[in-house]
């Protein structure tokens, strides 16, 4: 490293690295409502590669699906909540998502200087600004494994397991998780006639300091036969604090 | 008190960041095609914990994004597809891939 600075704290953890770029809050939003399917979300287009943190609110599971690029900029990106259900679609209608709302935060790498005259400011030798003291920086403070059972349905019972996660040092933080999953449980609703279901991973708040993590219904309509299975994955909550 | 780290603040004298915090660092993105599985190594990462993640950049019902996994200091992503018999019940997303240093 012929430029920048590397700062270590008393648990030999890098406090400040001038040798990786760090990311940086660009843009946030609050009480966003997610009533569409899925909810396309605006940002600023941008040419540097975002993380988009999210924050749930308590009445339903979301997630962030997936972002939208449209060469050379990042223009979107798609939130998921859950539909009214167990969804059939003998009633004729398609699902109902359950509106809720989503605080959301974007960061990149930090494309320019902040306005603060006092603090630190390091660049890198292709000048190349690595960290300013006067920006919010993305800051991971948990990463916890989740690993969920396989959705089911028995009788008339529909089992969407949860595991709800506690993060006590920081309060309303943002989360991403990641990968999502996918399950598929179709069966016979009339003589002949096959509907299924899709299951999604999500988040929704418990309280400042805990969240759940769990399946919830994303889809539904008619199909051609019986089935239970998916791709249920080992998911990442990642716990990132606000400065 | 701490005894290693620095302690910035503002013209206010408000805490900017403080000894005992510590700030992510980006490390590597890469854009993966659908149905691409492939990996990375880099060595630097070796000593620190990192977090690898995937974001799909494709929308649909039945899409799903990269598995990512570390093994030393390897990392690899996996598309991600299944059937019901003959049926695609989901498939494979185009994926970008993120690997950030949080210690």
Known sequence: MGYGIKILNDNNEVQVDGEYRNF?????????????????????????????????DTDSFINLFSYVYSSPNYTDFNVIGGIEGPYDPSYGVPPVVISTTVDWIA????????????????????????????????????????ILDDPTHVGAVWNRPYEDITHSSIENPYYILSPNGFWWISG???????????????????????????????????????????????????????? | MSDFGVRIKDSSGNILLDTPDRITRFRYSTEVNADADDNVTLADIDGYSTIEFSIMLETGSGK????????????????????????????????????????
């Open chain 1, 24 to 56: 940086s809050e660009v843009e946030s939003d609050t009480n966003v409502t997610i009533n569409s399917y899925p909810e396309l979300i605006s940002i600023t287009n941008t040419s540097l590669v975002p993380v988009i943190a999210i924050r749930p």
């Open chain 1, 107 to 146: 960061y990149t790498e930090t494309p320019s200087k902040s306005t603060e005259t006092h603090g630190l400011r390091i660049y890198n030798s292709d000048t190349d600004l690595v960290f300013d003291s006067g920006k919010k920086y993305f800051d991971i403070v948990q990463v916890d494994q989740i």
């Open chain 1, 188 to 243: 016979m609703v009339e003589p002949g006639k096959f509907a299924y279901i899709i299951f999604r991973i999500g988040l929704k708040q418990i309280s400042s300091t805990s969240v759940r993590v769990g399946w919830f219904w994303y889809d539904g309509g008619w199909c051609g036969g019986a089935a239970s299975t998916g791709y249920n994955p080992t998911c990442n909550l990642i716990t990132c604090n606000v400065r």
């Open chain 2, 64 to 103: 799903c994004q990269h598995s990512v996994a570390r093994s030393g200091t390897q990392i690899s992503w996996v598309h991600q597809d299944g059937y019901a018999g003959i049926v695609k019940l989901y498939e494979s997303a185009k994926s970008l891939i993120f690997v950030f240093m949080y210690t």
